[in-house]
């Protein structure tokens, strides 16, 4: 298996602009995760997906940021519009097993100027 | 809600000697307890977990331990080499069956040939 897949890699965007970042978990893996990490703040649990179905977007900085899972293989966190204030490193993780054994993507490094 | 306490954050240790990272957290019940390590520039790996009816684990240089009642868990590493340089994040599920993970601020270890 290739791993949990994510890109971009690297993203350098205008502030006010749209970001959508991407992921493909591992197949099989019924729970996914995005985290997001910073020097400041380390690593936040933004949004859990269970099943395909978001179950807990509490971690969600605000309305400009939104997560889909439109089926078991894809899912995308979109940011509208990007501040400069969302640099970071975002992270798409999976596993079988609810929040035990994460597999965690290679990240996408978001800068927004 | 949870909230795990780590250190040291950075650990300098010469080839072939032992280190130790030590963790706290503070809901009681919490029952998952990972580990991951993190290259520079790389994903989180994860490289031990425990869960809480266990005291400790091995594999192979690499261990934690639990104490429950103290509510902190430690890793330790014997006959470190330049490869184990790397920042090492501890976790804690909010709550048996919890899919929350919260992490603690990493500890960067350095290990000197």
């Known amino acids: 298996d290739a791993g949990v897949i994510q890109s971009p890699r690297h993203e350098v965007t205008e502030m006010g602009q749209e970001v959508t970042l991407r992921c493909k978990p591992i197949?099989?893996?019924?729970?996914l995760f995005w985290y997001r990490q910073t020097m400041m703040r380390g690593l936040e649990l933004l949004i859990y997906?269970?099943?395909?179905?978001?179950?807990?977007d509490s971690g969600m900085p605000e309305d400009r940021f939104s997560a889909k899972m439109p089926n078991a293989s894809f899912s995308t966190l979109k940011i509208q519009p990007s501040e400069p204030r969302d640099s970071a490193v975002y992270f798409c993780?999976?596993?079988?097993?609810?929040?035990?054994?994460?597999?965690f993507g290679s990240g996408t490094q978001l800068s927004v100027l | 809600g949870e909230n795990v306490e780590q250190h040291p954050s950075t650990l300098s240790v010469q080839e072939g000697d032992s280190a130790v990272i030590k963790c706290t957290y503070s809901?009681?019940?919490?029952?998952?307890f990972p580990w991951y390590k993190q290259e520079l520039g790389k994903r989180p790996q994860l490289i031990i977990d425990?869960?809480?009816?266990?005291g400790e684990k091995k594999d192979q240089r690499i261990a934690v331990t639990l104490n429950k009642t103290a509510k902190h868990f430690s890793l330790h590493i014997t006959e470190t080499q330049p490869e184990d340089s790397a920042v090492y994040f501890c976790?804690?599920?909010?709550?048996?069956?919890?899919?929350?993970?919260?992490f603690g601020k990493g500890t960067k270890l350095s290990v000197i040939p």
């Open positions: 993780a999976s596993s079988g097993q609810g929040v035990e054994k994460l597999f």
């Open positions: 197949s099989g893996h019924n729970s």
């Open positions: 997906f269970n099943n395909n179905v978001p179950i807990d």
């Open positions: 809901d009681s019940a919490s029952n998952y």
């Open positions: 425990i869960r809480s009816n266990v």
């Open positions: 976790a804690a599920n909010s709550g048996a069956g919890s899919y929350q993970l919260t």
